[in-house]
């Protein structure tokens, strides 16, 4: 068998096709790749909650959620960096002010400081995981490793100015994560290594969104949907094809693992 490698895909518009589908080829490449011996893992802004059925479906026990903040080894809890408790109740209140909501999100969940909101239902639902729950101080008790906060590009400078403790990385036209400052998928993934310590040269990832840049910029094998923005396409050493033209099982044929 060749050396083992670790390939690390995000999942929206990487694994999922844009109706958050899995397609055959990627599943099918998916189990190919693990007979090979190979460690598949994901990497993802998503939480834990909102991806256990791809996790079952494929045989995952290892993930990098919340573009790093909730770290997973084979099943077991690595590493977890939460946003500090007394600044995101002042981002809140600013929020709120400005008409803004905001979603507070741990492993199991994810709650909405207002009852409903447009924003909310629109961005929310193109992830197809349902709405959240309604509990406006969720954040006093519970770790937040990732905040959503609702409001358009032209909107967002405010919040970048006043909360300097805070990365915003947009995702949706009308939302933007909100993740403790310097935290992302590729800091998650040193954590994974600091446990499996699989050398550089045999490290993938695959991604397709902004928050991919990092993780494609420093991990040598990486790879760019087809479907990617621009700046994933340009901080990648590869381009594949989209989703939905089995670009999964291309790239993996393009780096050589299958």
């Known amino acids: 068998m060749s050396q083992q490698s670790i390939v690390f895909f995000d999942i929206d518009g ?7 589908k899995l397609p055959r080829s990627t599943k099918e490449a998916i189990q190919e790749l693990q007979r090979k011996g190979h460690i598949v893992a994901i990497a993802t802004g998503r939480g834990p909650f909102m991806f256990k059925n791809l996790l079952n479906e494929l045989g995952i026990n290892t993930y990098v959620s919340y573009n790093g903040q909730f770290v997973v080894v084979e099943g077991e809890e690595v590493y977890t ?9 002042n981002l809140t209140d600013q929020a709120l002010a400005n008409g803004h909501p905001v979603l507070f999100m741990d492993p199991d969940g994810m709650n909405a400081n207002v009852p ?3 924003h909310i239902a629109e961005s929310i639902s193109e992830l197809k ?3 959240p729950s309604y509990n406006p101080h969720y954040y006093e008790d519970n770790a937040i490793f990732q905040s959503l906060l609702f409001c358009v590009e032209e909107e967002e400078q405010q919040y970048i100015d ?10 949706h036209r009308l939302s933007t994560d909100v993740l403790p400052k310097g935290g992302s998928k590729a800091y998650g993934i040193e954590k994974v290594m600091e446990k499996l310590h699989i050398p550089e040269e045999n490290r993938y990832a695959f991604g397709d969104g902004l928050n991919d840049v990092e993780m494609l910029t420093k991990i040598p094998n990486s790879v760019a949907m087809g479907n990617g923005v621009e700046e994933a396409k340009n901080a990648a050493k590869y381009v594949t094809k989209s989703v939905d033209e089995d670009g999964i099982l291309h790239g993996l044929k393009m780096v050589g693992l299958l």
Not at 14 to 20: A, E, I, V, Y
Not at 162 to 171: G, N, Y
């Open 14 to 20: 990487t694994l999922l096709d844009h109706d958050k």
């Open 81 to 89: 960096n939460s946003l500090q408790m007394p600044t995101l109740k």
């Open 129 to 131: 995981i349902g709405l």
């Open 162 to 171: 006043a909360f300097p403790e805070f990365d915003f990385v947009r995702w």
């Open 116 to 118: 409903e909101h447009p």
